[in-house]
């Protein structure tokens, strides 16, 4: 647990580092673009995912690995050195933390809230569109939402904001009666 916790630190320190450079740079957009990208070939890449986190391969190597990847992306300047530096400072395998951070400080600084909706079935652009409105009035900013799809949840929304959950999941009410039947 504790080197979860230090772990966290070290890719909050250098995403802080990284959003101050880019944006003193005016390479803040395309930086997150870059970001967002590498975040997508990790996410599709065992491969990735192993190199990143597996101690067997030498800093050198997930340098290397790492450097190609920004290469061939055409990614900022800036994104490469950083990515060099973690992997050169053997922090390559806090990569993803420092993505999640830099994304936090990047919608803090755009005044744009993260929201996850999850729901039984796949919602339609109006039914987005809808629960938008609804959180833009409740939070007073400008949600990005990220929906998805957990057919358990049986109806209704579960819609997460930052650690709030607000959940009108027909699975949760179905659940709430059925406790309350067994009390009585």
Do not use: C, W
């Not at 079935?121 to 039914?127: D, M, N, S």
């Not at 949840?153 to 709430?176: E, M, N, P, Q, Y």
């Amino acid at each position: 647990m504790a080197d979860d916790f230090k772990e966290s630190e070290v890719a909050e320190r250098y995403a802080h580092a990284l959003f101050d450079l880019a944006l003193d740079s005016k390479a803040l957009d395309a930086v997150r673009a870059d970001l967002q990208a590498l975040k997508a070939m990790r996410a599709e890449s065992a491969d990735l995912r192993r190199l990143l986190a597996s101690p067997a391969y030498s800093s050198e190597d997930k340098g290397k690995a790492l450097a190609a990847i920004a290469d061939k992306a055409g990614f900022q300047s800036v994104t490469k050195k950083f990515l060099g530096l973690l992997s050169h400072n053997r922090r390559a395998s806090a990569l993803p933390g420092a993505i999640a951070a830099f994304e936090r400080r990047y919608d803090k600084h755009r005044g744009v809230v993260a929201a996850e909706v999850v729901s039984a079935i796949k919602l339609t652009a109006k039914q987005l569109d809808g629960v938008k409105a609804a959180l833009r009035t409740t939070l007073g900013a400008d949600p990005e939402l990220t929906a998805t799809i957990d057919p358990a949840i049986l109806g209704g929304l579960k819609v997460r904001v930052g650690s709030r959950l607000f959940d009108a999941s027909l699975k949760t009410k179905l659940d709430s009666l059925k406790f309350a039947l067994k009390r009585a």
